[in-house]
T-cell receptor, first 114, second 113 residues
Framework: DSGVTQTPKHLITATGQRVTLRCSPR?????VYWYQQSLDQGLQFLIQ???????AKGNILERFSAQQFPDLHSELNLSSLELGDSALYFC?????????????FGEGSRLTVL | DQQVKQNSPSLSVQEGRISILNCDYT??????FLWYKKYPAEGPTFLIS?????DKNEDGRFTVFLNKSAKHLSLHIVPSQPGDSAVYFC????????????FGKGTSLLVTP
């Protein structure tokens, strides 16, 4: 158990809809990262938040947005969903003082868009 | 643009033998490299890492080698055990990027008895 909690574990929705994925980081971790893993793809970095502020941005679509709240949990919002958005979405966290690059991953939220 | 590449999607090794997983990267700004292991229905878990100032790091049965001039790293597992069967992801980062990791597509390792 990494200590990172993601909900929901599975989600099935239709094209055009909007969903929200939630992540609670490990206790004490200030950084939250979101990754997308599509079929036959590696983990693609989407976005990072540190203590409530956006720190780095990767290949995140404009239809996607995220935020980190004062209690440090984070939400990833996916809107106008397309079939290609079906993927496993991972959240990871790390301590602010880490200089090792080690991230702790949750079990992921599997999104299926029909 | 895939900056971290794992060109072998799968690898099969006999128990007790050495497993060698390879990884190439293109971004010379990467200064920290990690290997993650992933079992089905679980998130990736950290295995071992290496800083760009080193060329080798060892942790028990796992050793990572870094060849900066070739932009290549490899993970050696000796001896391989059936419980090592998993997908292994190579990742790289630049410490100035907030440690956002760039991952390869993974290599599925199967260790057979």
């Amino acid at each position: 158990d990494s200590g990172v909690t993601q909900t929901p574990k599975h989600l099935i929705t239709a094209t055009g809809q909007r969903v929200t994925l939630r992540c609670s980081p490990r206790s004490g971790d200030l950084s939250v990262y979101w990754y997308q893993q599509s079929l036959d793809q590696g983990l693609q970095f989407l976005i990072q938040y540190y203590n409530g502020e956006e720190r780095a941005k990767g290949n995140i679509l404009e239809r996607f947005s995220a935020q980190q709240f004062p209690d440090l949990h984070s939400e990833l919002n996916l809107s106008s969903l397309e079939l290609g958005d079906s993927a496993l979405y991972f959240c990871a966290s790390s301590p602010h003082h880490a200089n090792t690059g080690e991230l702790f991953f949750g079990e992921g939220s599997r999104l299926t868009v029909l | 643009d895939q900056q971290v590449k794992q060109n072998s999607p799968s690898l099969s090794v006999q128990e007790g033998r050495i497993s060698i997983l390879n990884c190439d990267y293109t971004n010379s700004m990467f200064d920290y490299f990690l290997w993650y292991k992933k079992y089905p229905a679980e998130g990736p878990t950290f295995l071992i890492s290496i800083s760009s100032i080193k060329d080798k790091n060892e942790d028990g049965r796992f050793t990572v080698f870094l060849n900066k001039s070739a932009k290549h790293l490899s993970l050696h597992i000796v001896p391989s055990q059936p419980g090592d069967s998993a997908v292994y992801f190579c990742a790289a980062t630049n410490s100035n990027s907030g440690y956002a990791l760039n991952f390869g597509k993974g290599t599925s390792l199967l260790v057979t008895p």
